[in-house]
């Protein structure tokens, strides 16, 4: 069974930058896919980024290219979401989420294993 729990999340103004944290359990970094989604109220979770195992090939949803930056810590079995030049419609819930699909899994239901959820406010 895999646990994840996000942290980092916050209220922060238009402009600002955050880094949201995922602690894995066990060796999940070395095993899983690990992605980021969001929910924003009244919408449905999408796709943020995404790091393959190992931390290998990260990619990203185009609403974020340029402005997040996904990375693993396989000693710490923690990955990170760095968020800069945030935007009021960046505004959710970030969940951090594992996967044992192989490729470049970016759809909800590649992903087994979810976090509880951080909540991200971007003011303007």
């Known amino acids: 069974q895999v646990q994840l729990v996000e942290s980092g999340g916050g209220l922060v103004q238009a402009g600002g930058s955050l880094r949201l944290s995922c602690a894995a359990s066990?060796?999940?970094?070395?095993?899983?896919?690990m992605g980021w989604f969001r929910q924003a109220p009244g919408k449905e979770r999408e796709f943020v980024a995404a790091?393959?195992?190992?931390?290998?090939?990260?990619y990203y949803a185009d609403s974020v290219r340029g402005r997040v930056t996904i990375s693993g810590d396989n000693a710490k079995n923690t990955v990170y979401l760095q968020m800069n030049t945030l935007k009021p419609e960046d505004t959710a819930v970030y969940y951090c989420?594992?996967?044992?699909?192989?490729?470049?899994?970016?759809?909800?239901?590649?992903?087994?294993?979810w976090g509880q959820g951080t909540q991200v406010t971007v003011s303007t």
């Open positions: 989420a594992a996967s044992r699909s192989g490729g470049y899994p970016a759809s909800n239901r590649d992903y087994s294993y």
């Open positions: 790091i393959q195992q190992r931390g290998r090939s990260p």
């Open positions: 066990g060796r999940t970094l070395s095993t899983y896919a």
